[in-house]
């Protein structure tokens, strides 16, 4: 499963004041992540397999790539993805590969397959 989402991803240090509650900005991108998948008609229970070996491909489209860990925006994403259904649990990826390219307008794909060779 291919997803593109025109979105900026935030950093995992945006999300949470402390550590039980979320930060407005967070609680806005859940609801911006949800519009997305929702308005691209994305259907995880079509698409994903029932495997638990996944891998997960995700590659960051940036007006700036030296702002910013590579691995900062990985876990807000993968919690929505779980959230959202398109995957069954974060425990069940077995491979994660990370890519920022430099890009005019801010946005993310991920790609959603599953492990074979595990």
């Given at each position: 499963?291919?997803?593109?989402?025109?979105?900026?991803?935030?950093?995992?240090?945006?999300?949470?004041?402390?550590?039980?509650?979320?930060?407005?900005?967070?609680?806005?991108?859940?609801?911006?992540?949800?519009?997305?998948?929702?308005?691209?008609?994305?259907?995880?229970?079509?698409?994903?397999?029932?495997?638990?070996?996944?891998?997960?491909?995700?590659?960051?489209?940036?007006?700036?790539?030296?702002?910013?860990?590579?691995?900062?925006?990985?876990?807000?994403?993968?919690?929505?993805?779980?959230?959202?259904?398109?995957?069954?649990?974060d425990r069940y990826i077995m491979a994660?590969?990370?890519?920022?390219?430099?890009?005019?307008?801010?946005?993310?794909?991920?790609?959603?397959?599953?492990?074979?060779?595990?």
């Amino acid at each position: 499963m291919n997803l593109k989402l025109d979105i900026k991803p935030i950093s995992i240090n945006t999300c949470w004041a402390g550590r039980r509650f979320k930060t407005p900005k967070y609680t806005q991108y859940e609801k911006d992540i949800y519009w997305l998948l929702q308005t691209n008609k994305y259907k995880p229970e079509q698409e994903i397999s029932e495997s638990e070996r996944i891998a997960v491909v995700f590659t960051f489209h940036l007006k700036s790539i030296l702002k910013g860990d590579i691995d900062n925006p990985v876990k807000p994403l993968l919690d929505l993805l779980v959230k959202n259904g398109f995957i069954k649990d974060d425990r069940y990826i077995m491979a994660l590969h990370i890519y920022k390219v430099k890009a005019e307008k801010d946005s993310v794909e991920i790609e959603i397959m599953e492990q074979t060779n595990v």
